[in-house]
């Protein structure tokens, strides 16, 4: 969606899309936004209440089940398992999606990595086809007037054309590029707490192979999770980059993460919307 400063502020019910790495000051933002009574659209959220639940909760109940207590008191019902995600809580679906690695030092083989990526990968596309039915939503169920969607640091990776032709359509597409400060921030933040992430295929074949190579191990199961994840990150980081930058020139615009980083309200981001658009 492409408009100019006096269409901007004549939208009475405004919708824009947050792109983005993780870390970048998306969800500080959209929480900022959803205090002054915007509502808040994560596509995290949405992928773990909607098109992981299942095969998040049967993966624990499998692990409960290699526990004899536990799987007799699951199959007499006498216990039930389910999630607690929150916006601010998504720690249940970066546990599900995992790191590939040694199972003993609670890596996933290659082939089970590869299948929750693909699950992982087909949420969040979904979660985002989504964004304009909630839109709408938001407004007639919910009565808010405007609209933020925080979508992942993975979405520049999504394989569907349709993802950013809908996004673009329904909404104003922010894109926040981190600053050369922030990039080196974020990479010592990951090599520091390393977590779960999402690869295209090609990306993780390619990178596995030159991990494997330099560290000379023969086989995926004998990765130590975290160690891989330390040594991937900056390169999906930079690779990243391009490709968001591509689509933020395509279908909207950008913001540096370090003018984010000032916003302190709604008034604050909106005048910065204004400036990007000017």
């Known amino acids: 969606m492409r408009l100019s400063t006096a269409e901007f502020k004549a939208w009475d019910r405004k919708a824009i899309t947050l792109l983005g790495m993780s870390g970048v000051g998306k969800t500080r933002l959209a929480c900022l936004l959803r205090q002054a009574n915007w509502f808040h659209y994560s596509g ?9 639940n299942e095969a998040m909760l049967d993966n624990v109940k499998r692990q409960a089940m290699e526990i004899p207590l536990l799987k007799k008191l699951l199959l007499s019902d006498s216990i039930s398992i389910d999630s607690k995600i929150s916006v601010d809580n998504l720690k249940a679906v970066s546990t599900f999606l995992g790191q590939l690695g040694d ?6 083989g290659l082939r089970e990595f590869k299948r929750r990526q693909k699950l992982h990968h087909n949420a969040e596309v979904a979660a985002m086809k989504d964004v304009p039915e909630f839109i709408k ?5 919910f009565g808010y007037e ?5 979508a992942g640091g993975s979405l520049c990776e999504l394989s569907d054309p ?4 809908i996004l673009a359509e329904h909404s104003l597409i922010i894109y926040i590029r981190a600053t050369e400060h922030d990039e080196v921030e974020l990479i010592k933040r990951a090599k520091k707490e390393p977590k779960p992430l999402y690869y295209r295929e090609e990306f993780l074949d390619e990178q596995l192979n030159s991990y494997m190579q330099e560290k000379n191990i023969e086989y995926a199961a004998l990765i130590e999770p975290d160690d891989f994840v330390r040594w991937v990150f900056s390169r999906l980081f930079y690779s990243r980059i391009p490709i968001y930058q ?8 950008t913001i540096c993460s370090n003018e984010i980083a000032k916003v302190k309200s709604e008034t604050d981001f909106l005048a910065l919307i204004e400036k990007s658009l000017g």
């Open 44 to 52: 995290d959220y949405r992928i773990g209440t909607r098109y992981l």
């Open 103 to 108: 199972p003993e030092k609670g890596g996933l």
């Open 137 to 141: 939503r938001s407004h007639d169920v």
């Open 146 to 150: 405007n609209f933020i969607n925080d």
């Open 162 to 165: 349709e993802v950013m032709k």
């Open 246 to 253: 591509k689509l933020a020139d395509q279908y909207g615009y």
